[in-house]
């Protein structure tokens, strides 16, 4: 099983809604890493967890909360967010968090916050 | 930090072409992967090359880190390899960075 599997694959919230995006990986993999992508730009990191430790905050605002409760499963719970925040919302997975490491991507969610 | 310059940005092209994208870097890395992002938002790890050349059906991956670039050939292009080619690689931040892509559309 090479699969990360993100749920929704599509998501439409409001500025006061709160709403979560899940991932799930069974490769065995120690590292979880959350992305963000707008229309015809690159993935940028937001969220990297290793071991099931936050390590790397890419200064993401507060409006977004990780939560890795055990090394197959990753959570971005969401809160109060703008209409800027609209994007593709990546989670991919490596080994243990080297960055020598091949990444794998889920297929993403497609937030549109109205 | 590093930067990563991808060319050509965009590339139409007929069914059955061949096709090559590059890929450049500024700093010496010690690994490097290809993606392919299909139209409905999958990126899918094409390959993991830091060196040397590999080959996976239609598309190879060439590598020369002492002259920090790479090189993905499609050949026989068909209809679905249409969508966007990123190459990325780590920074001393310890990030993965990625090119800006290159998109591709090959038209039946």
């Known amino acids: 099983d090479t699969e990360v599997t993100q749920t929704p694959k599509h998501l439409v919230m409001g500025m006061t809604n709160k709403k979560s995006l899940k991932c799930e990986q069974h490769?065995?993999?120690?590292?979880m890493y959350w992305y963000k992508q707008k229309a015809k730009k690159p993935p940028e990191l937001m969220f990297v967890y290793s071991y099931e430790k936050l390590s790397i905050n890419e200064s993401v605002p507060s409006r977004f909360s990780p939560e890795c409760p055990n090394s197959s499963l990753l959570n971005l719970h969401l809160h109060a967010l703008q209409p800027e925040d609209s994007a593709l919302y990546l989670c991919a997975s490596s080994l243990e968090g080297w960055l020598n490491e091949k990444l794998f991507f889920g297929s993403g969610t497609q937030l549109s916050v109205l | 930090g590093i930067q990563v310059e991808q060319s050509p940005p965009d590339l139409i092209l007929q069914e059955g072409a061949n096709s090559t994208l590059r890929c450049n870097f500024s700093?010496?890395?010690?690994?490097l992967q290809w993606f392919h992002q299909n139209p409905w938002g999958q990126l899918i790890n094409l390959f993991y090359i830091p060196s040397g050349t590999k080959q996976n059906g239609r598309l190879s991956a060439t590598t020369v880190a002492t002259e920090r670039y790479s090189l993905l050939y499609i050949s026989s292009s068909q209809t679905t390899d249409s969508g966007v080619y990123f190459c990325?690689?780590?920074?001393?931040?310890?990030?993965?960075?990625f090119g800006k892509g290159t998109r591709l559309h090959i038209l039946p």
């Open positions: 700093d010496s890395v010690n690994n």
């Open positions: 990325a690689v780590p920074n001393r931040d310890d990030k993965i960075i």
């Open positions: 490769m065995g993999h120690r590292a």
